[in-house]
Structure formats: structure tokens, C-alpha cells
């Protein structure tokens, strides 16, 4: 597919209304194979020009996210425009003996918290702290038993008392995702419930941080071939989940070589400095509101771009 631009008085007197009815027959088009990749995975055409990604994971349908380089929380089937950020102050509450409580808030997957060799009982670790609202936190742990049932909450606390968010359940546990909170709270903690059998069990508490509504962003990797080495005019458009009025979407093209489409609007069809090589990343940002943005608001389900 190739995108024709029109400029006024040269190819017609009415270039912004036919670039308004070829951009609004696009973002159908776009939307539409975002709603197919969420269903299933599809081939795209071979002779290039368009690409897409549904978010059916945090790697996405087309395994394109690069979740290493993407700064926005993935919330079950969308990206959502909050990001992970420790825990800053508090107290720190510890009732099961966990060695290296610090680990939980450095921020760091591969530190860790741990109870080990224990028996039957509950054991919790976490902080308090000022009143903040929170809307997802992130969380890893990990539990190993020889034997019997293992359950660990994600708890929060109002300022009198704690109530669960999320339990799970398992002999060995292995978590590593981000929970949905919403709410206006004064602590977090993990309750790790060990039932042994008789024997003993062990507990590691990796991450417990919290989200911070920000603009956010997530990377894509575009398979070769997908668009043309000469590019220079695209189209951007998303399935948004989550919307409000000020909120904004922005999208760019890179390559390794260094051309770098920069910042494009969404829903529009832009022009830039044509490339020297084919654009090999897609980088789109998820702008909230400036003035009190409602927490995870932009999200959208997926993206896609024509050329």
C-alpha cells in the first residue's frame, strides 16, 4: 500500500479533506487488523507496507514488544501509560524473619528477601508509608516446598487495616507480573503462608513496587522487509482500551543507522526526511493528561502502521 499526500494548490484545492478521508479509512483498516491479532495470529503481506501488534501479552501476539526497552505496565491485554517506580520512605514491616528485607525495594529482579527452612506459619514483609494513590504494583516472588501447599497475598493497607488484593496458590510459586491496586493506601506487604507438612519451606521476595502515571513508552521490533528502505510518508493508528479528553498518543520509526522519524501524531498521515535503510523499531508513547490524569489512562490493546 502506498499513502498519497496532497498539497494545496498543487495537486488539489481540498488536500486536507482528502488526507482526512484517507486517514480515517486507514485508522478502520488499522484498528480492524489490531482486532484480528487479537483473535489470532495473521500473515502480513509479503510485498510490505503494513504492520501491526495486539497486546495478548506483554511480548504481543507477534512476539514484537521488546520488554526490555518498553517502559509502560502491561495489564492483562493492553500497555497502560504508568510505569513501575520504587517505593521512596516508609517503614519497613518484616514479622517473618526475612533476611535482606532491602532486597524487596532496590528495584532489583535478581535481589531478593528470604525466609528459609521454616515451619508452618505465616510470614510477612513489606512497608508502610504516607498516604499514596497507587494504581499497579509490581511484584516477584518465589516459594519452595518439599511437600504441601504454599499461598502468598499481595496486601494493602488503609491506615487501620490489611486486606488482600491478590492470592496465589500453589506448591512451588514462581510470579513475576504486575497487579492492579486503584486505590488510595498507606502500605503494601506480601504474606507468605507456608504449610510445610512436616517438613520445611522456603520464601523469596523479590520486587514490591509501585506505578507513577508518567508518559510511557513501548518498543517494537519490525521484522525486515516490513516497510521500504526510502520511507518517508506513514500512518500510526491504536486501539485504545482507556481514553480521556487531553490524553495523546505519539508514535516514531528508527532505524540501527540512525534515521529517526520523530515523534509522529497518531490517526494522522505524516511525512518526514525519507530513510537511508528500512525502519527495523517502532517506538509509541502514551502521553496522560497534563492537569490530574486518571491513573493507567491512555492504554491501548495495539498498534499498527501503513506506509
Same mark, same amino acid.
Not at 23 to 41: C, E
Not at 53 to 61: H, V, W
Not at 89 to 100: A, E, I, P
Not at 222 to 244: H, K, M, N, R, Y
Given at each position: 500500500?502506498?499513502?498519497?499526500?496532497?498539497?494545496?494548490?498543487?495537486?488539489?484545492?481540498?488536500?486536507?479533506?482528502?488526507?482526512?478521508?484517507?486517514?480515517?479509512?486507514?485508522?478502520?483498516?488499522?484498528?480492524?487488523?489490531?482486532?484480528?491479532?487479537?483473535?489470532?495470529?495473521?500473515?502480513?503481506? /509479503?510485498?510490505?507496507?503494513?504492520? /501491526?501488534?495486539?497486546?495478548?501479552?506483554?511480548? !504481543?501476539?507477534?512476539?514484537?514488544?521488546?520488554?526490555?526497552?518498553?517502559?509502560?505496565?502491561?495489564?492483562?491485554?493492553?500497555?497502560?501509560?504508568?510505569?513501575?517506580?520504587?517505593?521512596?520512605? !516508609?517503614?519497613?514491616?518484616?514479622?517473618?524473619?526475612?533476611?535482606?528485607?532491602?532486597?524487596?525495594?532496590?528495584?532489583?529482579?535478581?535481589?531478593?528477601?528470604?525466609?528459609?527452612?521454616?515451619?508452618?506459619?505465616?510470614?510477612?514483609?513489606?512497608?508502610?508509608?504516607?498516604?499514596?494513590?497507587?494504581?499497579?504494583?509490581?511484584?516477584? %516472588?518465589?516459594?519452595?516446598?518439599?511437600?504441601?501447599?504454599?499461598?502468598?497475598?499481595?496486601?494493602?493497607?488503609?491506615?487501620?487495616?490489611?486486606?488482600?488484593?491478590?492470592?496465589?496458590?500453589?506448591?512451588?510459586?514462581?510470579?513475576?507480573?504486575?497487579?492492579?491496586?486503584?486505590?488510595?493506601?498507606? *502500605?503494601?506487604?506480601?504474606?507468605?503462608?507456608?504449610?510445610?507438612? !512436616?517438613? @520445611?519451606?522456603? !520464601?523469596? /521476595?523479590?520486587?514490591?513496587?509501585?506505578?507513577? $502515571?508518567?508518559?510511557?513508552?513501548?518498543?517494537?521490533?519490525?521484522?525486515?522487509? @516490513?516497510?521500504?528502505?526510502?520511507?518517508?510518508?506513514?500512518?500510526?493508528?491504536?486501539?485504545?482500551?482507556?481514553?480521556?479528553?487531553? /490524553?495523546?498518543?505519539?508514535?516514531?520509526?528508527?532505524?540501527?543507522?540512525?534515521?529517526?522519524?520523530?515523534?509522529?501524531?497518531?490517526?494522522?498521515?505524516?511525512?518526514?526526511?525519507? %530513510? $537511508?535503510?528500512?525502519?527495523?523499531?517502532?517506538?509509541?508513547?502514551?502521553?496522560?493528561?497534563?492537569?490530574?490524569?486518571?491513573?493507567?489512562?491512555?492504554?491501548?490493546? *495495539?498498534?499498527?502502521?501503513?506506509?
Amino acid at each position: 500500500m502506498t499513502i498519497n499526500t496532497f498539497t494545496s494548490g498543487v495537486n488539489t484545492s481540498f488536500s486536507s479533506e482528502l488526507n482526512q478521508n484517507s486517514a480515517s479509512f486507514l485508522k478502520a483498516q488499522g484498528r480492524n487488523l489490531i482486532r484480528q491479532l487479537q483473535d489470532r495470529s495473521v500473515a502480513f503481506t /509479503a510485498d510490505g507496507g503494513e504492520w /501491526a501488534e495486539a497486546y495478548t501479552d506483554s511480548d !504481543g501476539r507477534k512476539d514484537s514488544v521488546d520488554t526490555d526497552n518498553t517502559t509502560s505496565i502491561f495489564d492483562t491485554d493492553k500497555y497502560v501509560s504508568s510505569q513501575i517506580t520504587q517505593i521512596s520512605g !516508609g517503614s519497613t514491616v518484616n514479622t517473618g524473619s526475612f533476611v535482606n528485607p532491602d532486597n524487596l525495594f532496590d528495584g532489583d529482579s535478581g535481589t531478593y528477601a528470604s525466609v528459609d527452612d521454616k515451619d508452618t506459619g505465616e510470614y510477612i514483609i513489606g512497608k508502610t508509608f504516607s498516604s499514596t494513590y497507587v494504581g499497579y504494583c509490581k511484584v516477584k %516472588f518465589t516459594t519452595n516446598t518439599t511437600s504441601g501447599a504454599t499461598s502468598v497475598k499481595l496486601q494493602k493497607y488503609d491506615g487501620d487495616s490489611w486486606s488482600d488484593v491478590q492470592e496465589w496458590t500453589d506448591n512451588d510459586l514462581d510470579v513475576d507480573t504486575t497487579v492492579a491496586v486503584d486505590d488510595t493506601i498507606e *502500605g503494601l506487604r506480601f504474606s507468605f503462608n507456608l504449610d510445610t507438612t !512436616g517438613s @520445611t519451606a522456603d !520464601g523469596y /521476595a523479590y520486587r514490591l513496587d509501585v506505578s507513577e $502515571t508518567v508518559d510511557t513508552i513501548i518498543t517494537h521490533d519490525i521484522p525486515s522487509g @516490513t516497510f521500504s528502505s526510502t520511507i518517508s510518508i506513514a500512518f500510526g493508528t491504536a486501539l485504545v482500551e482507556d481514553w480521556e479528553s487531553e /490524553a495523546d498518543i505519539q508514535y516514531k520509526l528508527t532505524n540501527t543507522g540512525g534515521d529517526d522519524s520523530g515523534w509522529l501524531a497518531y490517526n494522522e498521515i505524516s511525512t518526514f526526511t525519507a %530513510f $537511508t535503510a528500512e525502519p527495523d523499531t517502532c517506538i509509541v508513547k502514551l502521553i496522560p493528561k497534563t492537569t490530574s490524569p486518571t491513573e493507567g489512562y491512555p492504554s491501548i490493546n *495495539g498498534f499498527a502502521v501503513f506506509e
